[in-house]
């Protein structure tokens, strides 16, 4: 069975400072993707990032990074120079060989000024 | 592109009537479309996975006779709430698949929420 684990609910940052989001999984498929999603308020889920288990180096998107580490089974996200706007629900997903994904339990990020 | 609407965005009912979800991929095929249930402060939840032209694949606990998928075309799911109760009231979310990312990627809908009275 696939597990993902996010330990942080809520962290707050200041704007243009850069935040790190946990994730760890367990997955026993040698195949996988991790995603990242963000969630503001008004409920979309917005695709921010993706990396594929066999994927050799960690993505980046802009502003947004993904630290890869296969055999620690982590994926942390990494939103650099923070900004209001990045104020929002995050979550981490998992795909498994399916595409079905599961969704670790979210962290609320807040941006202060 | 990769742009997937849901309609209606906000809907009350009453206790005992159905309600029909409408989830559409507008400028791609969706060879596989999922519905999702999430509850204020929470985690989506994934209901079932539909693919068209076949029964939709539900999660364990979801009950299929409540909610009745529907994956008509390869742009369109719909997802029924039949005879719902205010228990029923949630967020409920669709997505779809057949993106470049190996068809693992899922586009989103932004969602409808449900209120039963």
């Known amino acids: 069975a696939q597990k993902i684990t996010q330990t942080q609910p809520g962290m707050f940052v200041q704007e243009k400072e850069a935040v790190t989001l946990d994730c760890t999984y367990d997955t026993s498929d040698q195949s996988y993707g991790l995603f990242w999603y963000k969630q503001p308020s008004s409920g979309e889920m917005i695709f921010l990032i993706y990396?594929?288990?066999?994927?050799?180096q960690n993505a980046t998107e802009g502003r947004y990074s993904l630290n890869f580490q296969k055999a620690r089974k982590s994926a942390n996200l990494v939103i650099s120079a923070s900004q209001l706007g990045d104020s929002a629900m995050y979550f981490c997903a998992m795909s498994d060989s399916w595409g079905k994904l599961q969704f670790g339990a979210g962290t609320q990020v807040v941006v202060t000024p | 592109g990769a742009v997937v609407s849901q309609h209606p965005s906000r809907v009350i009912c009453k206790s005992g009537t159905s309600v029909k979800i409408e989830c559409r991929s507008l400028d791609f095929q969706a060879t596989t479309m999922f519905w999702y249930r999430q509850f204020p402060k929470k985690s989506l939840m994934l209901m079932a996975t539909?693919?068209?032209?076949?029964?939709?694949?539900?999660e364990q606990g979801v009950e299929k006779d409540k909610f009745l998928i529907n994956h008509a075309s390869l742009t369109l799911s719909t997802l029924t709430v039949t005879s719902a109760h205010p228990e029923d009231s949630s967020f409920y979310i669709c997505?779809?698949?057949?993106?470049?990312?190996?068809?693992?990627?899922?586009?989103f809908g932004p969602g409808t929420r449900l209120t039963v009275t």
């Open positions: 539909s693919n068209e032209g076949s029964k939709a694949t539900y």
């Open positions: 997505s779809a698949s057949g993106g470049v990312r190996g068809g693992h990627e899922q586009y």
């Open positions: 990396q594929g288990s066999y994927d050799e």
